[in-house]
């Protein structure tokens, strides 16, 4: 392009490339629907590997493939709490005797501010 052509452009706003003679990469269409009753199509890549969920465009819930089956729940483990944690590092006795020792060190501050 000449120089004129540039004036008053934002050069790397706009690419001045067009899409003739080239070829897109292969696609497939691929139909998903959500438990609302929406159904839409997603275009992916002829090679790429297919989800088996797709959000949905109109309501956001989790879209199931048409010709597909439901996928398969991952188990999953439950979550720890503070007392498996405790438990981890700590017997039952162990607890019990920093439980006396604690409340014997509360007793006495009572007796001393009583």
């Excluded at 003679?21 to 998903?32: F, G, I």
């Excluded at 438990?35 to 879209?63: M, N, Q, Y």
């Excluded at 439950?78 to 405790?86: I, S, V």
């Amino acid at each position: 392009m000449g120089e004129r052509a540039l004036r008053g452009t934002r050069l790397g706003a706009t690419s001045y490339e067009n899409d003739r003679n080239t070829d897109l990469a292969p696609r497939q269409e691929v139909s998903y629907t959500c438990p609302k009753g929406h159904r839409f199509d997603v275009p992916l890549a002829a090679e790429a590997e297919i989800p088996a969920t797709w959000e949905c465009r109109s309501c956001g819930a989790v879209g199931v493939r048409v010709d597909g089956e439901l996928p398969q729940a991952k188990k999953m483990k439950p979550p720890r709490t503070h007392w498996d944690m405790l438990l981890e590092r700590r017997t039952i006795e162990d607890l019990e005797e920093v439980l006396n020792e604690r409340l014997a060190i509360l007793r006495a501050q009572r007796r001393k501010s009583a």
